[in-house]
Each structure stands twice: as C-alpha cells, then as structure tokens.
C-alpha cells in the first residue's frame, strides 16, 4: 500500500500474526477486523502510535504457510467480536488486507529475525 503515512520519519514496524484457526483469517479478511491475545494489545498500540505503519503478516498454527499480510488502521479499542469464537481474546481493531494466499514458510526462510536470535521468520 503506497497511502500516505502521518508519521512518515518514523519506522515501519511487523509482526507475525499466529491464529488458531484459517476461519479467522477468513473473517479478519470479510470484515476488516483482527483481535489478538490482551498480552499483546499494548506492544502493537504502541507500534501504532510510534511508527508510520504497522503491518501483520498472518500464519495459521501448524500450517506451514503465511496466508497473507495487512495492514493495522486503527488501535485496539475495548470492544470485543462474538466473530471469533473465543472469550481469551482482547479487543477489536481494523486491517486493511494488502495481500490474500498461501505463501509456503520456506519461501522466506532467508529471512532471520534480529530479536529472536536470529530465527527464521515463519
């Protein structure tokens, strides 16, 4: 996505997505809309509000494969979806879908992350 950013000085920022189950990608991608565990609500609210943009890239557990990647637009705010099937999870924010498929693990195991001790990025 090439939209203008409102903090285009300061850093983009990523983070890898684990969803227990495909349907809630399927519902994240029809509805706009992610919510993760409360334990991370306040890591990703803080990249929202210090970096330009703040991606998501999106893994079902167990599937071997990436199924895609957005793009967050807004905080988490305290509103939670009966979508998901789950009381575990915190509240709902917006994504803006940027790509949609399966992208196998092994195509970007060239990738190492610098703060997992340089693991690959799956």
């Known amino acids: ?12 920022r990523y983070f890898i997505m684990k969803s227990s189950n ?12 992610w919510s993760t565990m409360p334990s991370n ?3 990703l609210n803080q990249a929202f509000w210090e970096s330009s943009m703040v991606y998501l890239i999106f893994s079902v557990q167990g599937s071997g494969h990436f199924q ?8 988490i705010g305290c509103e939670k979806s009966q979508d998901w099937g789950s009381a ?12 949609k498929g399966s992208i ?16 690959k990025v799956q």
């Open 1 to 12: 996505s090439k939209s203008p950013s409102p903090r285009p000085s300061m850093p983009v």
């Open 22 to 33: 495909l349907q809630n990608i399927d519902i994240s991608q029809q509805k706009g809309i």
């Open 41 to 43: 609500e306040q890591k």
């Open 68 to 75: 895609g990647f957005a793009r967050m637009t807004s905080e």
């Open 88 to 99: 575990d999870l915190g509240g709902v924010f917006k994504v803006e879908w940027i790509q």
């Open 104 to 119: 196998p693990f092994q195509f970007a195991h060239h990738l190492l992350n610098p703060w997992n001790d340089n693991k």
